[in-house]
Nanobody, 120 residues
Framework: VQLVESGGGLVQAGGSLRLSCAASGLTFDDYGIGWFRQAPGDEREGISCTTSSDGSTYYSDSVKDRFTISSDNAKNILYLQMTSLTPEDTAVYYC??????????????WGQGTQVTVSS
């Protein structure tokens, strides 16, 4: 399994970014896949997960109503549309597997991550 994240960058507070995760070696139809992030000095945080098999979607309280997860299953690309960004969203963002009631715990392989920096 290979996961490659992209789309990060520097944005002002209140701005938006869209992250992408290109996956190979797995099929989104069969696996839950989600986004996680890690800020300096913090533990890795699960922020969103989507499971195509049952249509479930999860968000952490910290990003709910601001971030939207989506996927192009034909292309095996996962997206994260981020809006109303704040400096607290500054982190390295990763995609990884996820599933069910423990969706916030990453499963399997990690990509290299993509840096998101939000300036105040």
């Amino acid at each position: 399994v290979q996961l490659v994240e992209s789309g990060g960058g520097l944005v002002q507070a209140g701005g938006s970014l869209r992250l992408s995760c290109a996956a190979s070696g797995l099929t989104f139809d069969d696996y839950g896949i989600g986004w996680f992030r890690q800020a300096p000095g913090d533990e890795r945080e699960g922020i969103s997960c989507t499971t195509s098999s049952d249509g479930s979607t999860y968000y952490s309280d910290s990003v709910k109503d601001r971030f939207t997860i989506s996927s192009d299953n034909a292309k095996n690309i996962l997206y994260l549309q981020m809006t109303s960004l704040t400096p607290e969203d500054t982190a390295v963002y990763y995609c990884a597997g996820c599933y069910g009631s423990s969706w916030y715990l990453p499963l399997g392989s990690w990509g290299q991550g993509t840096q998101v920096t939000v300036s105040s």
